[in-house]
């Protein structure tokens, strides 16, 4: 199992930038953040594998927005978020799997059997 613990979330104006952080436990085959909305699913916003050279996915919304990075040896992940908008307020959730299925459903919570507590990041008008 690996225990993750997210920090750097916070209350930000539009247009403002912020860097989340995750820290796991032990090295994880692929690492990602998701996002949940007041009433609404979570969802997926970006993920990092170690199996293919170092290569980052994003979901649609975010792309040109958000950049994920892994440190490998410090087995952390962190996604810093540029031009915030207030539909980006969400808990945000750092997840990580050992399983060889999260090379290819890197996008599916169910891919993802460690998650973190949440981070909160608020984004006003």
């Known amino acids: 199992q690996v225990q993750l613990v997210e920090s750097g979330g916070g209350v930000v104006q539009a247009g403002d930038s912020l860097r989340l952080s995750c820290a796991a436990s032990t090295r994880a085959l692929t690492m990602a953040w998701f996002r949940q909305a007041p009433g609404a699913e979570r969802e997926y916003v970006a993920a990092a594998g170690t199996w293919n050279g170092g290569r980052t996915y994003y979901a649609d919304f975010v792309k040109g927005r958000f950049t994920v990075s892994r440190d490998n040896g410090m087995n952390t992940m962190d996604l810093q978020m540029y031009n915030l908008r207030p539909e980006d307020t969400a808990v945000y959730y750092c997840?990580?799997?050992?399983?060889?299925?999260?090379?290819?459903?890197?996008?599916?919570?169910?891919?993802?059997?460690?998650w973190g507590q949440g981070t909160q990041v608020t984004v006003s008008s």
């Open positions: 997840a990580a799997s050992r399983r060889s299925d999260s090379r290819a459903y890197y996008y599916r919570e169910a891919a993802y059997e460690n």
